[in-house]
């Protein structure tokens, strides 16, 4: 059984910095593609960042510049360094690994960004 455990969000003031981690375990393959989303109150789940096996990324636009994802070599953690925090960045932010084809979530960590 494929588990996601997050850490690393909590209470920013605009402008800082907060990094977020998500390691895998339970899983004999290699992640596909590796992800962070978030949602907020009364809005879909969106996707934040993306890096795949082949190490190519792709980010929101509003997080484009701010953000930065990446992993471990061995592609069981994935990091969302997140920096300029915008009180607009709040939300939930729930890892995701593509496994075979599978989607698999972490529970979500809350990131709170002060005025």
């Known amino acids: 059984q494929v588990q996601l455990v997050e850490s690393g969000g909590g209470l920013v003031q605009a402008g800082g910095s907060l990094r977020l981690s998500c390691a895998a375990s339970?899983?004999?393959?290699?992640?596909?593609?590796m992800g962070w989303y978030r949602q907020s109150p009364g809005k879909q789940r969106e996707l934040v960042a993306r890096?795949?096996?082949?190490?190519?990324?792709n980010y929101a636009d509003s997080v484009r510049g701010r953000f930065t994802i990446s992993r471990d070599g061995a592609q069981n953690t994935v990091y969302l360094q997140m920096n300029s925090l915008k009180p607009e960045d709040t939300a939930v932010y729930y890892c995701?690994?593509?496994?075979?084809?599978?989607?698999?979530w972490g529970q979500g960590t809350q990131v709170t960004v002060s005025s």
């Open positions: 339970g899983s004999r393959f290699r992640p596909n593609a």
């Open positions: 995701n690994f593509l496994i075979l084809g599978k989607d698999y």
């Open positions: 890096i795949t096996s082949g190490g190519r990324t």
